[in-house]
Each structure stands twice: as structure tokens, then as C-alpha cells.
């Protein structure tokens, strides 16, 4: 983030607060500084600079969606439905919401979290949404990953990519029919609103749009199948799902067969950001990150699509 970004961040999000310029006493602090966004809050308001390069007109469409009647109750609705500009980059503003506390992931809210995705998945797309974005995500963990320099985890995370198909490496349009999908599900995407003690809701619409909705589960997916997620949290999740009527896996029976592409896009994408900042920080990889590279090791020894259980 450039100096004179964040400092114009702050005031948009107190101006966004305070409409009628009076005086508070809030705080602004940042929530996030990436390349991939940057956010501050203000009191009860949140304002985000997306990401350099984004594309209003598909922003715009995502806020849309998410200010859409029939989506209330599932994803935050954003305060304002057009983003604005600051210094060529879109900022949108939102509620603050309470987010998952990471110290307590015994409380992890993995059945709300899954019972928000089914209603998602099974709400009609507007016509003109653009695709989801997580394959094209899982492309640029890919070129980060070969820009890195070399390292020793390269080649095995180079190898489960190259065996996955065109539409997991964006390279071709992903199979029909399109579900309106979140693209980029993980804990940290749920806030409770109003804050602290409402309902969880979805947040997050860069990533938006139509495609495969077995992606929203990948993840966890993911995380079950390289022995990152207990059993019991990934059935609990699973079976939530499927109580909520979610489309991207059969009603009852195998389930992974559905989700087994997917759940190895995202192991390799984890694998090669994750590879890609060990190689430009010169440190090894700690324990997490060595068994998604040993679950992409793996990956050729299944055929996808074809085992009983996890294949990663």
C-alpha cells in the first residue's frame, strides 16, 4: 500500500461513518494491508481498497449480488453499491462485522458456514455475473510460485498443477451449469453482523461469480483430506451442507468424486504460495506447509475423480 493510499483510506471510511461530519471519538484502524487489499475501520464502518487492476464494472456487479434482497441473511451487504476510486483503485464500504476468533477453533462456525453456502449455491445468478475467480487465483499462486526462484518443493507442486484440468487452471471456460459461488471460502470470510452477537454472514465479493460450486468446499476439503482439519470439523461441516440442500455434492453416498478436483486446486495453490514465500524469505517450510507439498507429492499416485475418500 502507497503512503498517500491508507491516510485517504481512513478519511473515506470516516466520512463514510460520519456523513455529516461530526465529531466521534472512534479510532481508525487497519485490518488487513495485502497486495491484495487493504482495510481500515472506522467505528461501526469498513472501508476496503481492492486490489490494483480490478475491474470496477465486475465489482460492481459482485456489490450487486450482495446487496440483492434475496441474498440478505447470507452475504454482508455493502453500505454503498457503486465503489468509488482512490488514487485508480476501487473502495467499496461496509458494516463491520465480528470475524471468527482464531483462538477458539473449537467454536469454529463450521455448520452456519456451510448452511450459508448451500443457500448460496441454490440462489438463481443474475444474468451477466462474471465466473467465479478461484481458478484464476490458483493460476497466479502458480506464477508467483515460478517467479519465486528456485526450490526444492517446486517440482511436486509444478507436477499435481500440470495434472489437473484446463478449467482448475483457468485455462478453459469451467463445466456447466453455472452456480452462483463465493470463490474463495475459508473462516476468515465470516463475520457476525450486527456486531458482536448477530448472525454469521459471508463476506468478501472479490472473488464472486458463476461456476462449480464444489470450489466453495475445497478448502476444507483440502485442509480434511492433508490432515489439517479434524474429522469431526470436516464431517460437521459436510454434513451441514448437505442438510441445507447444497448442490455441489450428491445428497448422501462418496462425496469426494464431486469435490476431488477442486479439493486439489486449492492444495496446490496453498502448496505454492506457500512455497513461493519460503523461497523469497530463504527459510525452510514449517509444519503446515510441508504437508500440502507432500499431499501434492501424492497426488499422482490416485487417479482423480476416483478414489473412495481423500486423494490428496
Not at 92 to 101: A, E, I, L, Q, S
Not at 181 to 197: E, F, K, S, Y
Request: aromatic share 4%; hydrophobic share 45%.
Amino acid at each position: 500500500m502507497t503512503a498517500d493510499v491508507l491516510p485517504a483510506l481512513a478519511a473515506g471510511a470516516r466520512s463514510a461513518a460520519h456523513p455529516t461530519a461530526r465529531a466521534c471519538d472512534h479510532r481508525d484502524s487497519v485490518l488487513a494491508d495485502r497486495s491484495d487489499g487493504t482495510v481500515v475501520r472506522h467505528g461501526d464502518t469498513v472501508a476496503k481498497a481492492h486490489a490494483p487492476g480490478t475491474d470496477p464494472a465486475a465489482l460492481a456487479a459482485r456489490l450487486t449480488v450482495a446487496a440483492h434482497p434475496a441474498l440478505a441473511g447470507v452475504l454482508l451487504a455493502p453500505l454503498r453499491q457503486a465503489p468509488a476510486d482512490l488514487h485508480g483503485r476501487p473502495v467499496t464500504f461496509w458494516p463491520y462485522g465480528t470475524p471468527v476468533d482464531p483462538e477458539t477453533p473449537e467454536a469454529a462456525p463450521w455448520e452456519a458456514a456451510a448452511a450459508l453456502l448451500a443457500r448460496l449455491h441454490r440462489t438463481p445468478a443474475p444474468a451477466g455475473l462474471p465466473p467465479m475467480r478461484g481458478p484464476v487465483k490458483a493460476a497466479r499462486a502458480i506464477a508467483r510460485l515460478r517467479a519465486a526462484g528456485p526450490h526444492p518443493a517446486t517440482a511436486p507442486v509444478l507436477r499435481a498443477w500440470a495434472e489437473l484440468p484446463p478449467w482448475a487452471r483457468a485455462e478453459a471456460p469451467m463445466p456447466g451449469p453455472d452456480v452462483l459461488c463465493h470463490g474463495d471460502l475459508h473462516l476468515g470470510q465470516l463475520v457476525r453482523h450486527p456486531a458482536p452477537a448477530g448472525r454469521w454472514l459471508l463476506i468478501d465479493v472479490d472473488d464472486l461469480g458463476v461456476g462449480v460450486p464444489a470450489w466453495d468446499l475445497a478448502r476444507p476439503a483440502a485442509w480434511y483430506a492433508c490432515g489439517l482439519l479434524p474429522p469431526d470439523d470436516w464431517t460437521r461441516f459436510l454434513t451441514a451442507y448437505r442438510g441445507a440442500g447444497g448442490p455441489a455434492v450428491p445428497a448422501d453416498g462418496d462425496p469426494w468424486p464431486a469435490l476431488d478436483t477442486a479439493a486439489r486446486a486449492l492444495t496446490v495453490q496453498t502448496a505454492a504460495l506457500a512455497v513461493a514465500k519460503s523461497a523469497r524469505a530463504d527459510r525452510p517450510l514449517d509444519e503446515v506447509q510441508q504437508a500440502v507439498v507432500d499431499a501434492c507429492d501424492r497426488m499422482g499416485t490416485v487417479p482423480p475423480q476416483l478414489a473412495p475418500g481423500p486423494t490428496t
